[in-house]
């Protein structure tokens, strides 16, 4: 038993955390710290390109009183000339206003992903495992695109909005103040709307997150389990489980748009209140002979500029909550606690692993261990063997620090694992599956993953260890073959045996190796297995054996049932013993192929 019960994996209650919303902003404010320089320029050429737009209505003004007046063709002229200069100022200004802003929000967003995935990288793997891996990729992905979309697109249109609404609305009071009046009558509506579809598209599109990354997290299951879907005929029911999270993601995106045209219709009205007020106040003041038929004529095409602005930071509110949303799932794993620095900063003095007592439980009331107790001493090979769920991957992972026991105590060297700092940790234990990645790149680089200063002669020596050598000269450009994704596929027993040449390169003391020759298949099995004997030669080590083979080379075997060890000894003394090794022994040996 490895991890929770799978049915249990992306519940809300086991997510990775959520930032609040006053969080949020305190490290957004954190991250912009550093560049306060450039938000500086970056603003005051904004207010400089929006105050300089703001004379064309004032000009269109001053040629309806030339034409009312019967002014000169000179005036006329030297009036449109403005106009002219002014579109081209305003142009070469928010250009580079918006170029400053845009440099402004993908710096910061760079910072921000960094962090999160300096945080994601060093999360506890428990704490993933329970979040399930479709939560933590979608925020790697859909949340990130739907911020550096907000970044590049709505961020710079944002803020030239604002600047317009605010410095129009002062324009239209230096008009006369009248006219500021009467294009408020539209704030009241547009302030309702604001609320109305803030209040609910906040927890609309936290919702619409959270129900994207279970829809993840159901594909990520039914694809990456699918020889298994298939050998038990789930094909129905995965349908059917990936049919309910895409139905629950399509009504949520369907409120959204039903929200999204409710918000348009109400900001129209608005439009038109404040279009007519101050048509009529402009209408009243020629009239009284308070403003002329230009001042008049300004006043409409200020509020009729606004349209744009007001309707462009309104609708961006679409954007914004939804990036919002994204931003907090982000600030949420980069505010994750960090790790308690360890007292411990050298490798364990001694590899020795004593277990004492030790129970564990992936939820409350349902143990997966009891009551361990077990020692290994320096140098000895000991094998952990039993029934599928007997509980050896967890006692495994228990040992190699992967998460604290829920009660008792393992430590190695007399140091708990889990207390051990990143860098002693690495020095000290290797953990090994039978799920080895291999990263894309040319295979050498992959092998320096272990130990960045090894020479071509190391890699090649740890290859020729584990019997890997041949086949990786082998490959089209040897060692500098480019594998994993887009490269050239490795085999599981290819795969494996690169793992094993990496554990050699890192030289831990102490290994653990968690069923790492399951893949091999039974043809490769014993090439394979004495791969892993030669590369655990000298140190103390803990293998989760797959195969009872492997079991019998070890200097002492651990039988566990249920959670629970139940003998030990050596292979030939338990054989005899006519026990539960006996058993499995007979078992497996009967359904061995003949050349296994």
């Excluded at 038929?293 to 309707?311: C, D, E, I, K, R």
């Excluded at 003998?567 to 005899?576: F, I, K, P, V, Y």
């Amino acid at each position: 038993m490895t991890a929770p019960p799978a049915g249990r994996r992306g519940n809300a209650d086991h997510l990775l955390p959520v930032a609040s919303p006053a969080r949020t902003r305190a490290v957004v404010a954190r991250l912009l710290r550093p560049q306060r320089r450039l938000v500086l320029t970056a603003g005051t050429v904004m207010v400089a390109a929006t105050a300089v737009g703001l004379l064309v209505q004032p000009l269109l003004g001053r040629v309806v009183d030339l034409a009312v007046g019967h002014g000169s063709a000179h005036t006329v002229t030297t009036t449109a000339a403005l106009l002219v200069a002014v579109a081209v100022v305003q142009g070469v200004t928010t250009g580079l206003g918006l170029s400053l802003v845009s440099r402004l929000g993908e710096t910061t967003l760079a910072r921000l992903r960094e962090q999160f995935v300096e945080k994601a990288l060093g999360l506890p793997l428990d704490r993933v495992e329970k979040a399930g891996a479709g939560d933590l990729t979608a925020r790697v992905t859909a949340d990130v695109s739907l911020i550096a979309e907000a970044v590049r697109n709505a961020l710079p249109e944002l803020v030239r909005s604002l600047l317009a609404i605010v410095l129009t609305l002062g324009a239209l009071a230096l008009l006369d103040w009248r006219f500021l009046l009467a294009a408020l009558i539209a704030v009241p509506v547009q302030a309702h709307t604001a609320r109305w579809y803030v209040t609910r598209a906040v927890p609309l599109y936290a919702q619409q997150r959270v129900a994207a990354s279970a829809q993840q997290q159901q594909l990520l299951d039914t694809v990456g389990a699918s020889p298994t879907v298939r050998a038990y005929r789930l094909e129905r029911e995965h349908t059917r489980l990936v049919a309910e999270r895409s139905r629950s993601v399509l009504r949520l995106t369907m409120r959204g748009v039903r929200l999204v045209l409710g918000f348009y219709s109400r900001l129209h009205i608005a439009e038109y209140l404040g279009l007519a007020a101050v048509l009529v106040t402009g209408y009243w003041l020629v009239s009284q002979g308070a403003a002329s038929m230009g001042t008049a004529t300004a006043a409409a095409l200020y509020f009729h500029s606004l349209f744009t602005p007001v309707n462009s930071a309104l609708v961006l509110l679409d954007d914004a909550q939804s990036a919002t949303a994204s931003l907090a799932r982000l600030v949420g794993v980069t505010d994750h606690p960090p790790p308690r620095i360890s007292p411990y900063t050298d490798p364990a003095a001694g590899t020795d692993v004593t277990v004492r007592g030790l129970s564990h439980a992936y939820r409350p009331g349902h143990p997966v261990l009891h009551d361990i107790e077990l020692t290994i001493s320096r140098g000895e090979r000991v094998a952990l063997v039993g029934a599928s769920g007997a509980g050896k991957t967890t006692l495994a992972r228990l040992v190699a620090g992967i998460q604290p026991p829920t009660a008792g105590a393992v430590l190695v060297g007399g140091v708990p694992p889990t207390e051990l700092g990143p860098a002693a940790a690495g020095r000290t234990i290797a953990l090994i599956t039978q799920e080895t990645h291999v990263f894309a790149g040319p295979l050498a680089d992959d092998l320096r993953l272990a130990r960045s200063d090894a020479t071509e002669e190391e890699l090649r020596a740890a290859l020729d260890r584990v019997d890997a050598l041949d086949w990786a000269e082998a490959l089209p450009d040897g060692l500098a073959t480019v594998v994993g994704d887009a490269g050239h596929r490795l085999s599981g027993a290819q795969t494996q045996a690169l793992s094993l040449a990496r554990l050699i390169l890192a030289d831990p003391p102490l290994v653990i190796l968690d069923e790492a020759t399951a893949e091999a298949g039974s043809a490769g099995a014993r090439a394979l297995e004495k791969a892993v004997a030669r590369a655990v030669d000298g140190r103390t080590a803990l293998i989760v054996a797959h195969r009872l083979s492997q079991a019998t080379a070890a200097d002492r075997i651990v039988v566990m049932d249920r959670g629970r060890i139940v003998e030990t000894g050596t292979h030939d003394t338990l054989r005899a013993a006519h026990g539960a090794y006996a058993a499995l022994w007979k078992a497996w040996s009967d359904s061995r192929e003949p050349d296994s």
